[in-house]
Protein backbone atom coordinates (compact mmCIF):
# COMPACT_ATOMS: atom_id res chain seq x y z
CA UNK A 1 0.00 0.00 0.00
CA UNK A 2 1.43 3.19 -1.21
CA UNK A 3 -0.97 5.88 0.71
CA UNK A 4 -3.55 5.70 3.43
CA UNK A 5 -5.64 8.89 3.41
CA UNK A 6 -6.98 9.39 7.36
CA UNK A 7 -10.01 12.63 7.62
CA UNK A 8 -12.07 12.67 10.93
CA UNK A 9 -15.59 14.16 10.54
CA UNK A 10 -18.16 14.90 12.99
CA UNK A 11 -21.58 16.07 11.62
CA UNK A 12 -20.39 16.68 8.09
CA UNK A 13 -21.66 13.50 6.86
CA UNK A 14 -22.54 15.60 3.23
CA UNK A 15 -19.03 16.95 2.79
CA UNK A 16 -17.48 13.66 3.36
CA UNK A 17 -19.35 12.04 0.57
CA UNK A 18 -18.54 14.90 -1.42
CA UNK A 19 -14.42 14.44 -0.37
CA UNK A 20 -14.76 10.74 -1.04
CA UNK A 21 -16.00 11.15 -4.65
CA UNK A 22 -13.69 13.67 -5.48
CA UNK A 23 -11.36 11.27 -4.54
CA UNK A 24 -12.29 7.83 -6.45
CA UNK A 25 -13.13 10.18 -9.16
CA UNK A 26 -9.24 12.17 -9.41
CA UNK A 27 -7.02 9.13 -7.67
CA UNK A 28 -5.28 6.40 -10.06
CA UNK A 29 -1.56 5.16 -10.80
CA UNK A 30 -1.57 5.01 -7.16
CA UNK A 31 -2.36 2.27 -4.11
CA UNK A 32 -4.02 3.83 -1.65
CA UNK A 33 -6.53 3.69 0.84
CA UNK A 34 -9.12 5.99 2.90
CA UNK A 35 -10.11 5.99 6.81
CA UNK A 36 -13.14 7.83 7.96
CA UNK A 37 -13.27 8.13 11.73
CA UNK A 38 -16.35 9.53 12.89
CA UNK A 39 -16.55 11.22 16.00
CA UNK A 40 -19.93 10.31 17.12
CA UNK A 41 -22.23 12.18 14.83
CA UNK A 42 -25.47 12.55 15.30
CA UNK A 43 -26.35 13.36 11.57
CA UNK A 44 -25.98 9.90 10.32
CA UNK A 45 -23.01 10.32 8.75
CA UNK A 46 -21.94 6.65 9.21
CA UNK A 47 -25.13 5.12 7.82
CA UNK A 48 -25.12 7.07 5.06
CA UNK A 49 -21.42 6.11 3.95
CA UNK A 50 -21.89 2.57 4.51
CA UNK A 51 -25.04 2.47 2.18
CA UNK A 52 -23.58 4.90 -0.39
CA UNK A 53 -19.72 3.63 -0.36
CA UNK A 54 -20.76 -0.13 0.19
CA UNK A 55 -18.19 -1.42 -3.03
CA UNK A 56 -15.36 0.32 -1.72
CA UNK A 57 -15.80 -0.95 2.07
CA UNK A 58 -16.16 -4.07 0.34
CA UNK A 59 -13.17 -3.19 -1.78
CA UNK A 60 -10.99 -2.58 1.20
CA UNK A 61 -10.43 1.36 -0.45
CA UNK A 62 -12.63 2.98 2.01
CA UNK A 63 -12.90 1.95 5.98
CA UNK A 64 -14.69 3.45 8.84
CA UNK A 65 -14.42 3.65 12.00
CA UNK A 66 -17.51 4.94 13.91
CA UNK A 67 -16.46 6.42 17.67
CA UNK A 68 -19.15 6.36 19.92
CA UNK A 69 -17.87 9.30 21.69
CA UNK A 70 -15.86 12.46 20.50
CA UNK A 71 -12.37 11.44 20.60
CA UNK A 72 -11.35 14.98 18.92
CA UNK A 73 -9.13 15.42 16.07
CA UNK A 74 -5.53 14.15 17.50
CA UNK A 75 -6.74 11.00 18.75
CA UNK A 76 -9.16 10.50 16.21
CA UNK A 77 -6.23 10.82 13.74
CA UNK A 78 -4.18 8.54 15.60
CA UNK A 79 -6.92 5.90 15.26
CA UNK A 80 -6.68 6.20 11.84
CA UNK A 81 -2.80 5.98 12.06
CA UNK A 82 -2.90 2.65 13.97
CA UNK A 83 -4.61 0.88 11.42
CA UNK A 84 -3.18 2.70 7.80
CA UNK A 85 -1.22 0.22 5.89
CA UNK A 86 0.68 2.94 3.10
CA UNK A 87 3.91 3.63 3.44
CA UNK A 88 2.54 7.60 3.29
CA UNK A 89 -0.24 9.21 5.15
CA UNK A 90 -2.22 12.17 4.44
CA UNK A 91 -4.52 13.81 7.36
CA UNK A 92 -6.84 15.79 5.61
CA UNK A 93 -9.87 17.55 6.74
CA UNK A 94 -13.62 16.40 5.84
CA UNK A 95 -14.51 19.43 4.03
CA UNK A 96 -11.82 19.02 1.37
CA UNK A 97 -12.29 18.25 -2.53
CA UNK A 98 -9.97 17.32 -4.77
CA UNK A 99 -9.79 19.24 -8.64
CA UNK A 100 -7.26 16.72 -10.04
CA UNK A 101 -4.64 13.58 -9.13
CA UNK A 102 -2.89 15.33 -6.45
CA UNK A 103 -2.37 12.66 -4.02
CA UNK A 104 0.04 10.81 -7.26
CA UNK A 105 2.23 14.25 -7.49
CA UNK A 106 3.02 14.68 -4.04
CA UNK A 107 3.85 10.91 -3.46
CA UNK A 108 6.19 11.28 -6.43
CA UNK A 109 7.40 14.02 -4.75
CA UNK A 110 7.96 12.39 -1.57
CA UNK A 111 9.36 9.46 -3.33
CA UNK A 112 12.23 12.13 -4.72
CA UNK A 113 13.25 13.49 -1.53
CA UNK A 114 13.49 11.42 1.23
CA UNK A 115 14.26 14.06 3.69
CA UNK A 116 11.14 15.53 3.34
CA UNK A 117 8.92 14.85 6.48
CA UNK A 118 5.99 16.59 5.93
CA UNK A 119 4.34 18.55 2.73
CA UNK A 120 1.25 20.20 1.92
CA UNK A 121 -0.11 21.34 -1.25
CA UNK A 122 -1.82 24.69 -2.02
CA UNK A 123 -5.64 25.53 -0.59
CA UNK A 124 -8.31 26.91 -1.81
CA UNK A 125 -11.32 28.25 -0.41
CA UNK A 126 -15.20 27.46 -1.94
CA UNK A 127 -14.56 31.03 -4.48
CA UNK A 128 -11.39 29.32 -5.63
CA UNK A 129 -9.28 32.59 -3.71
CA UNK A 130 -5.65 31.24 -2.05
CA UNK A 131 -6.50 30.48 1.60
CA UNK A 132 -3.17 30.77 3.52
CA UNK A 133 -2.10 27.49 5.31
CA UNK A 134 1.53 28.35 6.45
CA UNK A 135 2.48 30.26 9.68
CA UNK A 136 5.85 31.03 11.68
CA UNK A 137 6.63 29.88 14.79
CA UNK A 138 4.48 31.83 17.36
CA UNK A 139 6.10 34.36 20.00
CA UNK A 140 4.54 35.58 23.29
CA UNK A 141 4.29 39.47 21.58
CA UNK A 142 2.20 37.48 18.22
CA UNK A 143 -0.30 35.57 21.27
CA UNK A 144 -0.69 38.24 23.32
CA UNK A 145 -2.42 40.43 20.63
CA UNK A 146 -4.20 37.47 19.40
CA UNK A 147 -5.87 36.74 22.62
CA UNK A 148 -6.94 39.86 23.03
CA UNK A 149 -8.58 39.72 19.96
CA UNK A 150 -6.07 43.01 18.69
CA UNK A 151 -4.57 40.99 15.73
CA UNK A 152 -7.86 42.31 13.85
CA UNK A 153 -7.01 45.57 13.92
CA UNK A 154 -2.70 45.45 14.57
CA UNK A 155 -2.19 42.75 11.61
CA UNK A 156 0.40 45.07 10.30
CA UNK A 157 2.94 44.72 13.63
CA UNK A 158 6.20 42.66 12.92
CA UNK A 159 5.08 40.24 15.19
CA UNK A 160 1.89 39.29 13.79
CA UNK A 161 3.13 39.98 10.37
CA UNK A 162 6.25 37.25 10.69
CA UNK A 163 3.40 34.76 12.35
CA UNK A 164 0.59 34.68 10.01
CA UNK A 165 3.57 35.04 7.30
CA UNK A 166 1.83 38.03 5.40
CA UNK A 167 4.52 38.44 3.07
CA UNK A 168 4.78 34.53 2.33
CA UNK A 169 4.72 33.70 -1.69
CA UNK A 170 1.72 31.04 -2.45
CA UNK A 171 3.25 30.17 -5.53
CA UNK A 172 6.80 29.52 -4.83
CA UNK A 173 8.11 25.84 -3.22
CA UNK A 174 9.26 26.91 0.18
CA UNK A 175 10.83 25.09 3.22
CA UNK A 176 8.43 26.25 6.07
CA UNK A 177 8.05 25.94 9.92
CA UNK A 178 4.48 25.06 10.22
CA UNK A 179 1.64 24.03 7.89
CA UNK A 180 -2.20 23.77 8.86
CA UNK A 181 -3.42 20.44 10.08
CA UNK A 182 -6.20 20.51 7.43
CA UNK A 183 -3.90 18.79 5.17
CA UNK A 184 -0.50 16.95 5.87
CA UNK A 185 1.02 14.71 3.71
CA UNK A 186 3.63 12.88 5.76
CA UNK A 187 5.64 9.53 6.10
CA UNK A 188 4.25 5.95 8.10
CA UNK A 189 7.61 5.63 9.39
CA UNK A 190 7.91 9.38 10.81
CA UNK A 191 4.96 8.86 12.11
CA UNK A 192 5.42 5.71 14.10
CA UNK A 193 8.54 6.68 15.34
CA UNK A 194 6.70 9.90 17.37
CA UNK A 195 3.89 7.30 18.15
CA UNK A 196 1.72 9.64 16.15
CA UNK A 197 -0.53 13.28 17.20
CA UNK A 198 0.11 14.45 20.64
CA UNK A 199 -2.66 13.75 21.81
CA UNK A 200 -2.04 16.53 24.90
CA UNK A 201 -3.89 18.29 22.51
CA UNK A 202 -7.33 17.82 21.52
CA UNK A 203 -8.15 20.47 19.11
CA UNK A 204 -5.73 23.25 17.78
CA UNK A 205 -2.04 23.63 18.23
CA UNK A 206 -1.81 19.99 17.48
CA UNK A 207 -0.77 20.41 14.10
CA UNK A 208 2.17 22.98 14.95
CA UNK A 209 3.24 20.71 17.54
CA UNK A 210 3.74 17.65 14.87
CA UNK A 211 5.39 20.25 12.93
CA UNK A 212 7.95 21.26 15.79
CA UNK A 213 8.80 17.75 16.02
CA UNK A 214 9.06 16.22 13.22
CA UNK A 215 11.33 18.87 12.08
CA UNK A 216 13.49 18.64 15.15
CA UNK A 217 13.90 15.07 13.99
CA UNK A 218 15.82 16.93 11.14
CA UNK A 219 13.47 16.32 8.61
CA UNK A 220 11.99 19.32 5.83
CA UNK A 221 8.92 21.12 5.95
CA UNK A 222 7.49 22.11 2.54
CA UNK A 223 5.12 24.10 0.95
CA UNK A 224 4.66 22.90 -2.64
CA UNK A 225 2.29 24.56 -4.69
CA UNK A 226 2.40 21.60 -7.54
CA UNK A 227 -1.38 21.30 -6.87
CA UNK A 228 -4.11 22.54 -5.06
CA UNK A 229 -7.26 21.36 -3.26
CA UNK A 230 -10.83 23.09 -2.31
CA UNK A 231 -11.01 23.76 1.54
CA UNK A 232 -14.48 24.92 2.42
CA UNK A 233 -12.75 25.87 5.96
CA UNK A 234 -14.33 25.05 9.28
CA UNK A 235 -17.59 23.34 8.96
CA UNK A 236 -17.40 20.72 11.67
CA UNK A 237 -15.54 23.62 14.14
CA UNK A 238 -18.12 26.46 12.86
CA UNK A 239 -20.67 24.39 15.57
CA UNK A 240 -18.73 24.55 18.19
CA UNK A 241 -19.73 27.78 20.11
CA UNK A 242 -17.73 30.89 20.55
CA UNK A 243 -16.71 30.59 24.05
CA UNK A 244 -16.48 27.18 24.54
CA UNK A 245 -14.45 26.84 21.32
CA UNK A 246 -11.83 29.55 22.77
CA UNK A 247 -11.23 27.73 25.71
CA UNK A 248 -10.40 25.07 23.80
CA UNK A 249 -7.81 27.04 21.74
CA UNK A 250 -6.48 28.73 25.04
CA UNK A 251 -5.89 25.09 26.32
CA UNK A 252 -4.08 24.29 23.42
CA UNK A 253 -2.31 27.39 23.32
CA UNK A 254 -1.08 26.85 27.18
CA UNK A 255 0.14 23.94 26.64
CA UNK A 256 1.94 24.25 23.75
CA UNK A 257 3.79 27.75 25.62
CA UNK A 258 4.30 25.51 28.72
CA UNK A 259 6.05 23.23 26.66
CA UNK A 260 8.38 25.42 24.27
CA UNK A 261 8.45 28.56 25.54
CA UNK A 262 9.68 30.43 29.28
CA UNK A 263 8.14 30.22 32.27
CA UNK A 264 7.27 33.66 32.02
CA UNK A 265 5.70 33.90 28.64
CA UNK A 266 3.65 30.96 30.17
CA UNK A 267 1.98 33.00 32.95
CA UNK A 268 1.60 35.96 30.91
CA UNK A 269 -0.77 33.91 28.44
CA UNK A 270 -2.26 32.25 31.68
CA UNK A 271 -3.18 35.42 33.09
CA UNK A 272 -4.73 36.73 30.18
CA UNK A 273 -7.10 34.13 30.01
CA UNK A 274 -10.40 35.40 31.96
CA UNK A 275 -9.63 38.76 29.55
CA UNK A 276 -9.66 36.25 26.36
CA UNK A 277 -12.98 34.58 27.78
CA UNK A 278 -14.82 38.10 28.84
CA UNK A 279 -13.66 38.94 24.70
CA UNK A 280 -15.49 36.22 23.72
CA UNK A 281 -18.82 36.87 25.37
CA UNK A 282 -18.38 40.60 24.41
CA UNK A 283 -18.61 39.77 20.35
CA UNK A 284 -21.29 36.93 20.51
CA UNK A 285 -23.57 39.11 22.54
CA UNK A 286 -22.47 42.09 19.89
CA UNK A 287 -22.89 39.61 17.46
CA UNK A 288 -19.87 40.44 15.49
CA UNK A 289 -18.87 37.72 13.00
CA UNK A 290 -15.46 36.03 13.71
CA UNK A 291 -12.87 35.63 11.21
CA UNK A 292 -10.35 32.81 11.48
CA UNK A 293 -6.56 33.59 11.63
CA UNK A 294 -5.96 32.61 7.65
CA UNK A 295 -8.92 35.62 6.67
CA UNK A 296 -7.07 38.24 8.60
Known amino acids: MQLSIVTVSWYVGALVGRLLDSIF ?15 NSKDDTVKIL ?24 SKANNQGLNIAAGKYILFMNPDMELLENSFKKLFD ?33 SQIFILLKLHHFFSWLPCLKKYLRKDFDYSQKQYVEQVMGAFIFTRKE ?28 GHEIIYLPITEVIHFE ?43 WLLTILTQLLKIKPRTQSKI
Not at 190 to 205: A, F, P, S, T, V
Request: with cysteine; net charge negative; proline share 3%.
Open 190 to 217: IMDKIHGWNEDYWLWWEDLELCRTVHDL
Open 50 to 73: NENYAAWIESKKLKIIANNFNAGF
Open 234 to 276: GKSFAQTHGLSKQKRFNKGLLTYFKKHHSELAYGILFVLQPIS
Open 25 to 39: QFTEQIDYEVIVVDN
Open 109 to 141: FMEQTPNTGICACRLLYGDKTIQPNVKSDPNLC
